[in-house]
């Protein structure tokens, strides 16, 4: 195992497996004396990878028949623009739950192309953050539909529940959660993520989307920014980024064969559980600004009661090869980000070296 | 060195050095036991990989310093929209040369932007497809800018020229040409390439624009469509391909020390030649349909008198690891793509199979 764990919220850590795999192919995938890289995409070869990667992403989340599997290049913030551009349709309004900097640049996006209703916002309870408990929510029963942010990175506040939005299509950003735990696909019309948390690699999104709603989008759309061009095309409207996709089929192959995503979910608990319960039991020394009803699972944030210990504590922490743990620079802090290639071992040695450092400075 | 030539057009062929490079650092870049894909796009590792990329194609193009270089997610067929929603300004029209699939699918889309105006279209001279002379061509001196693909990929067809659009900006589609001969970028408003050919991997499309050119866009733009956004944030809007870049910048060192642009050029003006030599020299057995003052150096596409032959031809050649040349499904025939990364040993290889083929089946 690698002796450097990078606690990056994003692009992060990947599988040791699955970098190896690819280092192996990098001059020869799969005996064709070619890097995967330079696969042509409408190539046979590069049609296995695409095959199997929607294929293992089905298994996986068991994604029924009526919805559709896009793999769109860029990062999640191209959805921003292009779930209203694809689903505000006639009904020119959307409900959005703003419960961090990412759900909130989604609706400033939104706010461009039609009427957004703030239906809910990130509160405190006993002076923490808390998610809105959904009876608070004014949603609008005529909305084309509600956006949500299923987890969010710079805060470290996670949704432990799925929103009940009736008959109005429910819309998750699970850029930074998605494969880390069970998930309902019925429950939603539309989920989307980029790769660089728990799938792979910077620049590729995944969508998994209801088919009904692949609809004309609104005018002057551009091409490329349209679901219906990539569902009609099997997102091959254009030149795909074909290594990021390949990349995620290695990444997903290997979450398979770590028995799934109920198996990753177990080990992501007890992960989560390791860091909190040492901040818990700190007695003041770090401090999480978040409430225990809505903690991430992938982004442990704490500060440290003494802030003028933070950049020590970065500090030594590089110097046992736990890096990128300086938290958001909107908002300070320690923050350290355990998606799934995060293995256990890291996540200890993070707990340990916090124990140690406590009794040093505390 | 490998024993398969790939003459894909894109994605296409990378340097064998970039590629062990890539092997080689792929759990471990720079001493960090971190895999390039792994930085975080804002930590101080991955600013080197963009501080270096950028640097190095300042260099190889002689970029003058009120040109910004950008860095953008995607394929160059996003720029077909990007470029009228950043360019057509308060002119509202533009004017586009037409002289293949791709320009053809840039002037498409930009319509339905402004008002487009086919200044010139692929014309014949002698039987053979030719590129219009300048003479001939209608420009609007109102346009917002001339656009035109210094070479169409399916075709084969190459400008060997500059055109001459006065005060107004000349836009050049190089995703197929770029870094492979001279380019005075002075001439040009806005020079755009996708990497997948000359450059890098899929997923990443470089600009380089006169900074006068970077402007509010037409309402509406989505923001990751906005130049003037990318700018402002040096690439960083939002997460980018961080890996896509990291291959570019080892494809530009790679360029680099094969003594740039001149000197590749030499060596792909010689590999052009060794296969349009063949055809020349082949008494109508291979047929070239292109005029030879705009012979594509890039892709270099022919015919087999004897269509019944081209199957078997590519059968053959797949057996001599000769892949990929198979024409593109809207032309049939055959193409050799050699764009940089192709040595010219491969190309030898085809050569020599071309008039064993010929002899046996002439």
Redesign the interface.
Known sequence: M???F?F???????P?AV??T??AE???WHG????A???????MHFQEVMQQTESDLRTLLAIPPHYRVLFL???A??Q???VP?NLLGDKKCADYIQTGIWSKKALT?AE??GAINIAATLTKCDGLLALPPQSTWSLDEKAAYVHYASNETIDGVQFHWVPETGSVPLVGDFSSDILSRPLDVERYGLIYA?A?KNMG????TVLIIREDLIQDPLP?T????TYKVHAKHHSM????????WY?TGLVLAWLKAQGGVDAIFQINQRKACHLYDCIDRSNGFYVSPVHPDCRSMMNVVYDIHEKTLEPIFLEEAAKH?L??LKGH?LRGGIRASIYNAMPEAGVLLLADFMHTFMKQYG
């Not at 551009?222 to 920014?225: A, I, K, N, S, V």
């Open positions: 690698r002796k450097v990078n990056s919220p994003g692009p992060a850590m990947l040791e970098l190896k690819a280092q990098m001059l020869n064709t004396e070619m890097s890289m330079e696969l042509p995409h409408r190539g290049p860029d990062g913030a191209a921003f623009t292009m551009l996006e461009r192309y980029s660089q690699q910077a620049g590729l002057g551009p091409t490329l920014y409207a254009h030149t795909p980024p074909t290594y990021s990349i090869g890096v990128y620079r």
